[in-house]
């Protein structure tokens, strides 16, 4: 397990609208989210959060008309975490990462789904990863690299 702490950010407010398009989706294939409140809250972390491996990965959803006809749908994957909103007691949600979200290759920035949560403004937060997972960075030095032949 592994605790970040971040700061809840505000949304461009089109994930109401395509959560709860997508939500039909999810309740078939990922059941344990059916009680999640459709949109997303927006988190900027203090730490970068990759996902290599998620606790669960949807196949391609034909979720919107225009995947039926290009790309065969969008992949999701989820990561069970324990979010804790300042002012409020901590809550079951999931990391959401879509495939296509302008936010998707942002590791300092992940989008929430879960149960209603009564906060405003953009409090500090932070999230609990409920899988096994590791804390380091991976640092790559040029000067290792070996000089081309000529």
């Not at 920035?109 to 804390?135: D, K, N, Q, T």
Request: with cysteine; charged share 25%; hydrophobic share 40%.
């Amino acid at each position: 397990m592994g605790v970040v702490k971040g700061k809840v950010q505000r949304g461009l407010g089109e994930s109401k609208n395509t959560v709860r398009e997508q939500m039909p989706f999810f309740r078939d294939c990922f059941p344990e989210i059916v009680e999640c409140k459709e949109g997303t809250i927006n988190i900027l972390l203090e730490k970068p959060v990759v996902i290599l491996t998620p606790d669960f990965t949807t196949k391609p959803l034909p979720w919107h008309p225009a995947f039926k006809i290009v790309k065969g749908g969008e992949v999701f994957k989820f990561v069970r975490i324990n979010l804790t909103i300042a002012g409020c007691l901590p809550i079951k949600a999931w990391i959401y990462k879509a495939q296509f979200s302008p936010y998707h290759d942002n590791p300092f920035y992940i989008e929430v789904i879960a149960p209603p949560i009564g906060f405003s403004g953009e409090p500090a937060c932070s999230i609990e990863i409920l899988s096994r997972c590791s804390e380091g960075f991976v640092v790559v030095d040029d000067s290792e690299r070996p000089t081309p032949a000529v």
